[in-house]
């Protein structure tokens, strides 16, 4: 069982920057693949980033590459999200989520997932 609670959401202006952080319960963290994924109002919950269980491997949604980037720290049990020149279509709650995993790919499907965090909102105003 993992326990994920996020931080580090917020208010900020359009080109500003925040850093979402995600710290898993567990002494076997290495083990676990993981993702971020948003949700704003009325819509469906859809994939921001993802990283292996190394950290070697990233893969991120199209809407962020390039502003976005993931990273984890196994030492500590965290997964970070860096975000970088923001716009108001990045407006949403940030979830972060873990899968137990072998591989050493990334998963970027949302239904692939067996643990969740609560959430953390980001609001971009323009």
């Known amino acids: 069982q993992v326990q994920l609670v996020e931080s580090g959401g917020g208010l900020v202006q359009a080109g500003g920057s925040l850093r979402l952080s995600c710290v898993a319960s567990?002494?076997?963290?290495?083990?676990?693949?993981m993702g971020w994924f948003r949700q704003a109002p009325g819509k469906e919950r859809e994939f921001v980033a993802a990283l292996s269980r190394s950290g070697g491997s990233t893969y991120y949604a199209d809407s962020v590459k390039g502003r976005f980037s993931i990273s984890r720290d196994n030492a500590k049990n965290t997964v970070y999200l860096e975000m970088n020149s923001l716009k108001p279509e990045d407006t949403a709650v940030y979830y972060c989520?873990?899968?137990?995993?072998?591989?050493?790919?990334?998963?970027?499907?949302?239904?692939?997932?067996?643990?969740w965090g609560q959430g953390t909102q980001v609001t971009v105003s323009s």
């Open positions: 567990g002494r076997t963290f290495s083990s676990y693949a």
């Open positions: 989520a873990a899968v137990f995993t072998v591989s050493r790919l990334v998963i970027s499907k949302k239904n692939e997932y067996d643990y």
